[in-house]
């Protein structure tokens, strides 16, 4: 590089101020416009080219010559699965070798939790608390970024209403609106209120769209559906992490109406770029755009770079389609330099605002990730989310809570004291030094004087029953029984969809055995998934529902069943009793022979081998106290244009103990252009009551909460009636009114 290019590049890159100040638009946008007209094609194809890191440091790393030579010339824009200070500061400097000395993107899964590992986002879903989920997220970024990450592939925000499919882990559930506000929530959590702030890192919004509506729940399949359903129920989500201000958008594998995402126009221009007017930027999910081939919808890689260009997807994840094709395509006119350029400024637009231009090690300092790694702080967090992410299905006769003065427990099964299991899929290391284990917690609450007899039973797999018999031996002698069953940590993620979402094995078998003795039987289930456990659900006293709750999972169940902390957890998906009703929504649309008499169902819709309701409702979840509502109001009855209504009630905590109840606010449309679903969640609140307190709660409604896409997806509101309705769950309706939307 000679002199004048030099002192050009180094006026271009600026001082550390400008990179960070207020406005950061238009300021980084001219040294955007400057580094650009300095780029070759092959440097701003290399902007757009994602790596894997997996042994590319250490001993080994000479292996992969050709890619570390690749980085030195500027040929890679970003890393995955580099992680560690030591490691980035390596990679990092071999990037600050190449002509424009451009700093790497340094990404990784980081789903829930980096070291220290909070329940799964189902789990946490399950909370229904949003500064729960935020602060889960901002712990996670805080160690994700002293150990010198950038970005993270967090949240996935896509709506999975089956649970066949085992991705519905990494998600909010069933619903757009629950899981609208959950993606805001968990966005702010990873990157702060500003770009560049040293505890956090950017978030991506995945997988775009429609992901989660897998025909039969077999993860990469197709998706097929209404533009209206799509509109509707899955791009909600979507809408709203883009509109939070999300930093990246990853597009998905599937198929969307016959068009894989990846290539899709509509999605990633049409929506995102265009009516959103989205300013991140979207990177395939791995090889997705390589697998526009396999697809038969790109005739050959080249082909392939060159439609997911165009329809928009800036970076190639480990596809080597554009590291390999691109800059031909542009040479032979199959893609803009427009477009090309719009990509890398997208990509060089995230890097100026993390600030990686004027310091690219400052995320790599290592006395703040030793700090950061070992802050005692992170564990007590992880802890209340894990319990507040527990749900109490079933709790008959106050089989719960357990006395901390019980003369003998008996725990049962081979999870109770796995560390592993309690984890979950997509941890970035598993270090079971850190997990405590269910038996340990429970340990931790007993007295010494109580005599804890454990029992395997069989393993997860359940297939041999010779350890039954010592398991009724142990339920035999003593004073109360624990049985944890559900499924081990590898059952449920990417690529675990299951045919059969029953109980692995003979579980349900041991289950049997130990009901027999007569003794009530209080089973803790741990799962990434709903599962189907009708027979166990009919027959069990007490069934608290512990997903995969984290390290500190063992502790925190056991705060819930010795009576430390109330459960206060609600479902966000809608537990089937078969697979026979999957996929299984609250939001069910009405027909013109609807149920209204289980005892009638003739030429009805219904099934005639089973009852129509699931085992456990979306928004289910008991308490330790009882809450009553009561006083519904509606301020304007009749809303005109431009008005709002409060609809308030009065929540009391009837109970002997203080507890947290969330209150549910329902909408149903009498009549429509559109067939509507039964009712749709339109707000939630989560209250600690005191026994014996009282609280008004207030619900604003407007026009845009009585809004939906029509015929034509146009966003409207028409006149009519509404129901309107509050409750605990979607099918504990406790209150009833009716709000009219006038012309």
Same mark, same amino acid.
């Given at each position: ?468 018999? &010592?398991?009724?031996?142990? =339920?035999?002698?003593?004073? /109360? %029984?624990?049985? $944890? @069953? ?5 059952? +449920? #993620? ?51 529902? &512990?997903?995969?709750?984290? =390290?500190?999972?063992?502790? /925190? %169940?056991?705060? $819930? @069943? ?5 459960? +206060? #957890? ?99 449309d009498r009549v429509s252009s559109i067939v509507r679903p039964l009712m749709e969640l339109k707000g939630f609140t989560k209250l600690k009551l005191e026994a014996g307190e009282r609280r008004t709660v207030r619900f604003e409604i407007d026009r845009d909460t009585l809004s939906f896409h029509d015929a034509r997806l146009a ?29």
């Amino acid at each position: 590089m000679n002199r004048t290019a030099i002192a050009l590049l180094v006026a271009m890159l600026g001082t550390g101020a400008g990179a960070l100040a207020q406005p950061l638009d238009a300021a980084i946008e001219r040294r955007i416009d400057a580094l650009l007209a300095q780029m070759t094609l092959e440097e701003k194809v290399g902007q757009l080219h994602q790596l894997s890191g997996r042994q590319m440091t250490g001993p080994g790393s000479e292996k992969f010559s050709d890619k570390l030579a690749d980085i030195r010339s500027g040929k890679v824009g970003s890393m995955l699965n580099v992680k560690g200070v030591a490691e980035t500061r390596e990679i990092q400097a071999l990037a600050l070798q190449s002509r424009l000395k451009i700093p790497l993107l340094f990404s990784l899964d980081v789903i829930h939790g980096y070291r220290t590992v909070f329940p799964v986002p189902l789990g946490e879903a399950a909370s229904w608390d949003l500064d729960a989920m935020r602060q889960s997220a901002a712990v996670a970024a805080k160690e994700a970024a002293a150990s010198g990450i950038h970005w993270t592939f967090a949240p996935m925000v896509d709506v999975g209403r089956d649970p066949r499919w085992g991705r519905v882990m990494e998600g909010a559930g069933e619903d757009a609106y629950l899981g609208s506000r959950i993606a805001v929530a968990r966005i702010k959590g990873f990157q702060g209120e500003q770009p560049g702030a040293l505890d956090r890192v950017m978030a991506t919004a995945k997988h775009f769209a429609g992901y989660g509506a897998a025909i039969a729940g077999r993860d990469y399949n197709a998706a097929d559906m209404s533009e209206q359903q799509l509109h509707e129920t899955y791009l909600p989500p979507f809408r709203a992490a883009a509109d939070a201000g999300v930093a990246t958008f990853m597009n998905s594998f599937n198929t969307l109406n016959g068009v894989p995402a990846t290539a899709s126009s509509y999605l990633q221009r049409d929506l995102l770029k265009g009516k959103w007017n989205y300013g991140g930027f979207v990177v395939s999910d791995w090889a997705s755009i390589k697998e526009l081939v396999e697809h038969g919808y790109a005739a050959n890689l080249a082909d392939a770079a060159s439609q997911a260009l165009n329809a928009g997807s800036d970076m190639d994840m480990e596809g080597y389609a554009y590291s390999r094709h691109l800059a031909q395509q542009v040479k032979g006119g199959k893609v803009k330099q427009t477009l090309l350029d719009d990509a890398v400024r997208r990509v060089l637009r995230k890097k100026f605002e993390l600030g990686l231009f004027d310091d690219p090690y400052r995320f790599s300092d290592a006395a703040r990730e030793k700090a950061v790694l070992n802050d005692p702080e992170h564990a007590r967090i992880a802890r209340d989310v894990a319990r507040k992410s527990l749900v109490l299905l079933k709790n008959e006769r106050q089989a719960l809570p357990f006395s901390k003065g019980l003369k003998s427990l008996a725990v049962i099964g081979a999870l109770a004291e796995s560390k592993r299991d309690l984890e979950g899929g997509w941890i970035v290391q598993s270090d079971e030094s850190r997990v405590v284990s269910l038996a340990d917690g429970i340990r931790n609450h007993l007295s010494p004087q109580t005599k804890l007899v454990l029992a395997r039973g069989c393993d997860v797999a359940c297939t041999d029953t010779a350890g039954f018999d &010592a398991a009724v031996s142990a =339920a035999n002698q003593a004073e /109360a %029984v624990l049985l $944890v @069953l559900g499924e081990s940590w590898d059952m +449920s #993620g990417e690529a675990k969809s299951r045919a059969d979402i029953g109980l692995p094995g003979r579980q349900a078998a041991l289950f049997d055995a130990l009901a027999a003795t007569g003794k009530p039987i209080v089973v803790v289930m741990l799962a990434g998934r709903p599962l189907v456990f009708d027979n166990v659900a009919d027959k069990a006293a007490a069934i608290l529902y &512990a997903w995969f709750p984290g =390290a500190q999972g063992g502790n /925190a %169940v056991a705060d $819930v @069943l010795f009576g430390d902390y109330n459960p +206060s #957890g609600k479902l966000p998906m809608t537990f089937p009793r078969s697979v026979g009703q999957i996929p299984i929504s609250y939001q069910q649309y009405r027909t013109g022979r609807p149920v209204l008499n289980e005892k009638n169902i003739v030429y009805r819709s219904a099934y005639i081998d089973a009852p129509n309701t699931p085992r456990y409702t979306f928004g289910h979840g008991l308490s330790y106290t009882s809450f009553t509502y009561s006083d519904l109001a509606i301020d304007k009855p009749a809303l005109r244009r431009g008005d709002k209504a409060t609809v308030s009630f009065t929540l009391a905590n009837t109970g002997s103990r203080a507890g947290e109840e969330v209150a549910q606010l329902y909408l149903r449309d009498r009549v429509s252009s559109i067939v509507r679903p039964l009712m749709e969640l339109k707000g939630f609140t989560k209250l600690k009551l005191e026994a014996g307190e009282r609280r008004t709660v207030r619900f604003e409604i407007d026009r845009d909460t009585l809004s939906f896409h029509d015929a034509r997806l146009a966003w409207t509101a028409e006149p009519g009636e509404f129901d309107i309705m509050v409750g605990t769950a979607s099918d504990a309706i406790r209150l009833q009114g009716v709000l009219t939307l006038q012309d």
